[in-house]
């Protein structure tokens, strides 16, 4: 079983920036990635870290202002946002994936970017 616990989100003006954090209690992760869903929406990829390694995936909506990255020792990932934008308020979901096709998820955290 692994558990997931999100931080970090907020109220920003546009072109803030935050940096959510995804604590990973479980091992033997291959992945850890970020979704996110705005209100009316479906839940929408944002980006993916590999656990071994540090290969990375985007979305092409956030790629160049987001980034993902991972503390192995603290077991967590986290994704600076720069440069906010109105259509990035969403709650961030992380969501890690193991071998054999388990997946679990956070309980999500709320960004609100104000314009």
């Known amino acids: 079983q692994v558990q997931l616990t999100e931080s970090g989100g907020g109220l920003v003006q546009a072109g803030g920036s935050l940096r959510l954090s995804c604590a990973a209690s479980?091992?033997?992760?291959?992945?850890i990635d970020w979704f996110r869903q705005a209100p009316g929406k479906e839940r929408e990829f944002v980006a993916t870290?590999?656990?071994?390694?540090?290969?990375?995936v985007y979305a092409d909506s956030v790629k160049g202002r987001f980034t993902i990255s991972k503390d192995n020792a603290k077991n967590t990932v986290y994704l600076q946002m720069n440069g906010l934008k109105p259509e990035d308020t969403a709650v961030y979901y992380c969501?890690?994936?193991?071998?054999?096709?388990?997946?679990?998820w956070g309980q999500g955290t709320q960004v609100t970017v104000s314009s």
């Open positions: 969501k890690a994936r193991r071998m054999g096709g388990f997946e679990y």
């Open positions: 479980g091992r033997a992760l291959s992945n």
């Open positions: 870290i590999w656990w071994s390694g540090s290969s990375t």
